[in-house]
């Protein structure tokens, strides 16, 4: 079936650089995205979303990018600090009659001092 | 900071009980959810609510049932646990008109 996936399942960076962390899709008919943090032995945290008719949003340190043509989404975060070590993944909408998302495989995010 | 709880955190139980798991928010949400999660994977929908006496499964298939006879309360039942069972449940509400999922921690299951 369609899914949302995620092409890199570790990254690492230095404080302070800025991280991309990217998603594929193949569901042209989603309406909606939205990116994740999950902190060890916590639930998801929302980032934030994109409407599928946006390109990009831009939100506190985070801008989510998104690439119709190639059905790719990515988010970035800027002077990543260590608190932004996590895992994040993308979710999807997939029926607008609905408001049940699905979600990727998620990237873990190392941030190291 | 959402206010949706889950209990228990941690459980450990043997093959054949019988387990609820509570999930309860006080934001007045009308939608809930819930998923399943294992270790460093990606979350499954498998029940969700659109408001009190509503209930629909979801994507994945589970042995699970929920009721949602408040708005705030939505548990989840396993009237035969199995070691394949083993996982973490996630509960999650959602406000009319928002696309936010607010997530509780979690409860980390496991049946021996």
């Known amino acids: 079936g369609e899914s949302v996936g995620l092409h890199l399942p570790t990254l690492s960076v230095q404080e302070g650089d800025n991280s991309i962390i990217n998603c594929a899709y193949s569901n042209s008919a989603s309406d909606y995205f939205i990116w994740y943090k999950q902190e060890s032995g916590k639930g998801p945290q929302f980032i934030i979303d994109i409407r599928s008719n946006m390109d990009k949003r831009q939100g506190q340190r985070v801008t989510v990018l998104l690439n119709k043509t190639v059905k790719h989404l990515s988010l970035q975060i800027a002077a990543t600090q260590p608190g932004d070590s996590a895992v994040y993944f993308c979710a999807e909408n997939m029926n607008s009659g609905y408001s049940t998302l699905t979600f990727g495989k998620g990237t873990m995010l190392l941030v190291s001092p | 900071e959402a206010d949706i709880y889950q209990t228990p955190r941690y459980l450990v139980i043997g093959t054949g009980k019988k387990i609820t798991l509570e999930c309860s928010q006080t934001?007045?949400?009308?939608?809930m959810y819930w998923y399943q999660q294992d270790p460093g994977m990606e979350l499954h929908l498998i029940h969700y609510s659109y408001g009190v006496n509503s209930t629909e499964k979801g994507d994945l298939s589970s042995e699970s049932t929920v009721s949602r006879i408040r708005t705030e309360h939505f548990p989840l039942t396993l009237e035969s646990a199995r070691p394949s069972h083993t996982s973490q449940y996630l509960c999650a509400s959602q406000r009319q008109g928002s696309h936010e999922q607010y997530f509780g921690p979690g409860t980390r299951l496991t049946v021996t």
């Open positions: 934001m007045g949400h009308d939608k």
